[in-house]
C-alpha cells in the first residue's frame, strides 16, 4: 500500500509504500531529506512528524529517545507510513537530492598518510560519472552485500579532469570487513561496487554567516571537499577549520591545510591534540577539539557549524554549541561518522 508523505514549509510530497521507510521513498524520489546513518544511529534524519501514523523500526536511544518520539519526533530512516503523512523538515528545498546510482569503480591509487590512514582514490566510469554535493559519501558493496559507507574528500568540480576519481580517506579498524584488505590485499586497479551518492552534508550556500568547519580524525575528509568546494567557487565567508587528533600524526593532511591557507585568505585553521606525548613536541592546543571551538567562540548564535567525526565528538558539539554557545540548532550540519559496531547498537 502506498501513502502519500508531505514535507513542510516546502510542500515537497512523494509516495512510500507501507514496506519502506519514509528516507528510502524519499532517497529513491529525489527529496532531500536531512539524513546520516541510514540505520537508526546518529540521529541525523530527525524531524517533527505533523499528523499520520509511523512504525518505527531498532534504533538507538540517542538517536530518538522516548521522550521525543512522544513529542511527535520520528527517525525517517526507521519510520515506515501507515497512512498518509505530514512532516516538518527545514532542510528539505525545492532543490532535490542527486540520483543515486550504483556503478563499478576502480582502484586508481593507495596512498598511506599515516600508520593507520589510507587515501583512497577510485576511477569512476568515464561514460557517465556520479554527479554529487562536496561533503557527500558512497556506500561500497562487498560480496556478502553488506555495506560500508566512507566520505569523498573531493570536490565535485574535481571529476572535470578525465577520468573522474573519488578521493576517500579509510582509517584501518583492526578486524573490519572493508579496511583490512584497504590495509593488505588491495592493489591499483582493482574492482569494487559502489553506490551513491547519499547523504545530507553539504555547504549551504545561501547563507553569509561565518562558519565553524570541526573535524576529528579522518573526518577531516568531507571537511577537505567543503573547503576545495568553497575556493573553486570564489566562496569568501569566514571560515575557521578546527582539526582534532589523538597525536599529531593524526592531522595526516596538515601539509595540504598550509597550501590552502595560503590561497583561501578567508581560511583559518586551529588543530587540537588531545593525548600528545613528550616525542611529539607538540606546542600548539590541547584538549578536546569541539570545546576549542568553544574557547575562541563563545557566542555561536551567528555562526554556522559543519561537523564531521566521531559521533562522541558530533554529538559533544551539538549539544554545547546549542545549549552553551547560542547556536540555532537548525545551523549545525554534522555527518557523524558511524562504526559498525555503533550500528550494531541499533
Not at 9 to 27: C, K
Not at 135 to 164: C, K, W
Not at 190 to 200: F, K
Not at 307 to 329: M, T, W
Amino acid at each position: 500500500m502506498s501513502f502519500q508523505i508531505t514535507v513542510q514549509p516546502s510542500g515537497r510530497s512523494f509516495a512510500a509504500e507501507s514496506s519502506e521507510t519514509l528516507l528510502a521513498a524519499g532517497i529513491r524520489q529525489g527529496i532531500g531529506l536531512p539524513y546520516g546513518c541510514k540505520d537508526g544511529a546518529c540521529g541525523s534524519c530527525k524531524c517533527k512528524k505533523i499528523s499520520g501514523t509511523v512504525t518505527h523500526g531498532p534504533h538507538q536511544e540517542k538517536a530518538l529517545s522516548a521522550a521525543e518520539e512522544a513529542q511527535g519526533l520520528i527517525l525517517t530512516c526507521c519510520a515506515t507510513a501507515q497512512s498518509d503523512v505530514v512532516l516538518e523538515s527545514k532542510q528539505v528545498t525545492e532543490e532535490g537530492g542527486l540520483p543515486v546510482k550504483k556503478m563499478p569503480v576502480r582502484v586508481a591509487s593507495l596512498e598511506k598518510k599515516s600508520h593507520d590512514v589510507v587515501v583512497l582514490k577510485l576511477q569512476l566510469p568515464a561514460n557517465d560519472p556520479m554527479k554529487f554535493r562536496a561533503g557527500q559519501y558512497i556506500e561500497f558493496i562487498l560480496r556478502d552485500n553488506s555495506r560500508r559507507s566512507y566520505s569523498m574528500a573531493n570536490a565535485p568540480h574535481t571529476l572535470e579532469v578525465s577520468p573522474p576519481m573519488v578521493e576517500l580517506h579509510i582509517r584501518h579498524m583492526p578486524g573490519g570487513k572493508f579496511t583490512d584488505p584497504v590495509f593488505s590485499t588491495m592493489k591499483e586497479k582493482d574492482i569494487l561496487r559502489a553506490e551513491g551518492p547519499y547523504g545530507s552534508f553539504y555547504l549551504r550556500e545561501d547563507s553569509d554567516k561565518p562558519m565553524i568547519l570541526l573535524a576529528s580524525g579522518t573526518g577531516f575528509a568531507p571537511i577537505k571537499a567543503l573547503i576545495e568546494h568553497m575556493q573553486h567557487k570564489g566562496i569568501t565567508r569566514p571560515a575557521t577549520l578546527y582539526w582534532g587528533g589523538r597525536r599529531p600524526s593524526d592531522l595526516y593532511m596538515a601539509d595540504w591545510i598550509e597550501a590552502q591557507l595560503k590561497a583561501m585568505p578567508n581560511l583559518k585553521y586551529v588543530p587540537v591534540i588531545s593525548n600528545a606525548e613528550a616525542e611529539d613536541q607538540w606546542t600548539g592546543r590541547t584538549g578536546f577539539v569541539h570545546q576549542a571551538v568553544l574557547e575562541d567562540h563563545p557566542d555561536l548564535s551567528g555562526f554556522q557549524v559543519y561537523a564531521c567525526g566521531a559521533p562522541i565528538v558530533v554529538e559533544s558539539a551539538q549539544r554545547d554549541y546549542v545549549a552553551k554557545g547560542g547556536l540555532p540548532n537548525e545551523e549545525f550540519f554534522a555527518d557523524a561518522f558511524t562504526s559498525e559496531a555503533d550500528k550494531a547498537k541499533a
